[in-house]
């Protein structure tokens, strides 16, 4: 099944809001919802993952009394869905009774899943299915749609709420026989480096650790995680290289990480920084799962992921979440982030602004087409940049100049200072130019100071952010 889209409603902050899951111009699902502290993004995130049993750090399950927005409507989060071939078969299968429940003729191409939570139980979760293109006067709908319920609750996206997690890292030494008899339990991440190694599933790792009290079996073992380990991390990390080093002595394997631009000795993983805690917990969970063709049909949510992270690993980092959603396997990721480091600058409609206003929390996907880099850091951080300024005052001077029939190299900064700012937004001239004071408006000694920084004043930070604004309120 194809997630079209998703439908949120009165969960905290937000009284309704939706997002499409369409391919981005690359082909991938991996969105990012950016904005301030409390504009609702974390409450988005944390609506997606309601259907599969989040809870909070109390351990209590969501959502809660006080999560509902209007106590007297239910909380619902609704999933449009969009079948294929290979569904629609289960889908008739299923409704193989005697007599058959529906006919042949019923379009089965789309439903709509819903999860909802009411107010006076609120830890119960009330399943519905909606089949979108049956009538609703067909006699059998109510008995079809009751009939595959469950069988589309199984097909939607399973929702996983990552956080980095001491868990999620190989800080200590591990014991190999408690391991090889529950992967899952002691240690996730050990799990999917013997994955990465090929070694996959309990049997196989039980008869691998089963070999290593022969020395070349040992060493080979250790050999083959370092430098799959090492590689996965070095890929999805290139600016930060590493050797990864596993010893095995006495039962117990430790987990050592080499940085390869010092001489220094290798530590554990809890000694590095918590940059690179946050970041290799990652790789050795979810990124590892995508790798081992583990992860599919998940929708993956994470919140702040770049928290402790210098810029250039948030850059890998957000490309190492598109990655995940590059392949067939049906997964979707949402983030949410105030740092405009993960931005995607190639492809601004991957990003969602979020605010809140009177009404509660609001979004508004960018335009790939319109949208800039400096726009959307400027529309969602409020941080000025001279680039954005000059942005908007080239656009109104190729605005004037395809009024007055002219190529806009052929209309001068003075001229299009005096012709449009001056005669037709009637600004004053309060500014100096060129040395002068008081010829010129506040676009255009902004932009000169720019390009000419020994003429910023100091009040220049104040006067681009009021100028931006004066330019945005002249667009056409």
């Keep these: 099944m194809k997630l079209k889209s998703i439908k949120i409603k009165n969960y905290r902050s937000v009284e309704e809001i939706s997002f499409e899951t369409t391919a981005l111009s690359d082909g991938t699902f991996t969105y990012g919802l950016i904005g301030v502290n409390e504009a609702g993004k974390s409450t988005i995130l944390k609506a997606l993952a309601l259907k599969d049993g989040l809870k909070n750090a109390k351990g209590e399950k969501l959502p809660l009394a006080k999560d509902f927005r209007d106590k007297n409507e239910s909380i619902e989060i609704e999933y449009l869905y969009n079948l294929e071939k290979v569904d629609v078969d289960d889908i008739r299968n299923h409704l193989k009774t005697d007599p058959p429940l529906a006919d042949d003729d019923i379009d089965f191409s789309s439903v709509k899943y819903t999860a909802s939570f009411e107010y006076d139980k609120p830890g119960q979760t009330f399943e519905s299915l909606e089949i979108t293109n049956l009538d609703e006067s067909n006699p059998s709908k109510d008995a079809v749609e009751e009939k595959l319920r469950s069988l589309i609750s199984k097909k939607t996206h399973q929702a996983i709420f990552w956080t980095a997690e001491d868990r999620y890292l190989i800080s200590q030494p591990i014991n190999l026989a408690q391991f090889s008899e529950n992967p899952d339990d002691i240690s996730l991440p050990l799990k999917n480096c013997f994955a990465l190694a090929g070694i996959s599933g309990k049997t196989a790792i039980k008869e691998k650790i089963g070999l290593i009290s022969e020395s070349t079996e040992r060493e080979q073992l250790e050999d083959t995680l370092s430098k799959k380990v090492s590689k996965h991390i070095n890929n999805a990390w290139p600016k930060h290289k590493i050797k990864i080093t596993f010893n095995i002595s006495d ?226």
């Design 251 to 476: 039962g117990l394997i430790n987990f050592h990480v080499h940085d390869l631009k010092t001489t220094s000795k290798a530590k554990t993983a809890d000694q590095r920084s918590d940059g690179f805690g946050q970041f290799v917990s990652f790789l050795l969970t979810i990124s590892a799962q995508n790798k081992n063709d583990e992860l599919s049909n998940t929708i993956l949510l994470l919140d702040e992921p770049e928290t402790h992270l210098h810029p250039q690993a948030q850059e890998d980092l957000l490309k190492e979440l598109i990655t995940i959603t590059a392949n067939k396997r049906n997964n979707i990721a949402f983030f949410a982030t105030h740092s405009n480091y993960m931005i995607d600058k190639k492809d601004l409609s991957r990003n969602y602004k979020i605010s809140k206003d009177g009404h509660g929390t609001e979004r508004e996907q960018f335009d790939r087409k319109v949208s800039t880099y400096a726009s959307v850091t400027y529309e969602v951080f409020e941080i000025s940049s001279g680039d954005y300024h000059n942005q908007l005052y080239d656009l109104l001077r190729e605005q004037y100049a395809k009024s007055v029939n002219k190529d806009p190299d052929e209309v001068g900064v003075k001229e299009f200072d005096v012709a449009f700012f001056q005669h037709v937004k009637s600004l004053k001239l309060e500014y100096p130019y060129k040395g002068k004071s008081n010829t010129t408006t506040l676009p255009t000694y902004v932009r000169n100071a720019i390009h000419y920084p020994e003429n910023q004043s100091e009040e220049f930070e104040d006067k681009l952010k009021e100028s931006i604004e004066l330019l945005k309120s002249y667009e056409s």
